[in-house]
């Protein structure tokens, strides 16, 4: 890979169902829409940067087609040791439990989402907590939006001239950026309204991990 090339890779883990409720503001409680479980890996030859660390169980959910995300990561040629940096956009389980495995990385994460997810953390791991933002490496970035939790976090990138946005829990489904409506399940209603007013604009191409 040459310098400053820099891949994505989505690792799809299991599929299941959400109320609209959640997935978006004024939706049923009674509907449900099937969503899938993603994390992400950024491969930039010397760093491999996992984007959420994904579950191995996930109570309350009927999980189909499940395969755990580090047996998704390795057969996409990975091992778990090759993992450098673990992004973790916020500490709800399904995003971080599994972190265990990249006992070689440096995990990432938002200083308030930490105080609610260093439980999954073994300790001895290094952690790196931040406020607002922090730079990965010199093309990924990590910005704090506060919307679905408190400390709810994207990851944005640049690839192909354009601008990539893993966008967490921030929303959901696709069609909540088609229509302007922001996700159900909401820390700050304000803060998730204006990630969908600016993110849904065409110069960003937005990735999600329920889609």
Not at 19 to 29: M, R, T, Y
Not at 36 to 46: A, C, K, N, Q
Not at 166 to 180: F, T, V
């Amino acid at each position: 890979m040459k310098k400053n090339e820099l891949k994505l890779i989505q690792l799809k883990y299991a599929d299941s169902v959400l109320s609209e409720k959640l997935i978006f503001k004024g939706g049923s409680p009674e509907k449900f829409r099937p969503i899938t479980f993603m994390i992400y890996l950024i491969d930039m030859g010397s760093r491999k940067i996992l984007v959420d660390a994904g579950c191995d169980t996930m109570p309350g959910f009927e999980m189909k087609n499940y395969d755990k995300p580090v047996d998704v990561l390795k057969r996409h040629g990975y091992q778990p040791e090759d993992i450098t940096d673990v992004i973790i956009t916020h500490a709800h389980h399904d995003h971080i439990a599994a972190v265990h495995y990249y006992t070689a990385a440096t995990i990432h994460i938002q200083e308030d989402e930490y105080v609610k997810g260093k439980k999954y953390i073994p300790e001895g791991f290094t952690v790196r907590c931040f406020s607002d933002q922090c730079v990965i490496a010199d093309q990924v970035n990590v910005v704090n939006i506060g919307g679905h939790s408190r400390g709810s976090s994207i990851v944005i990138f640049e690839l192909n001239g354009k601008k990539q946005v893993l966008a967490g829990d921030e929303c959901y489904l696709r069609e909540c950026l088609e229509n302007q409506i922001p996700t159900g399940s909401s820390f700050c209603p304000e803060r998730s309204q204006a990630f969908i007013e600016e993110y849904s604009k065409p110069e960003y191409a937005v990735w999600l991990f329920h889609n």
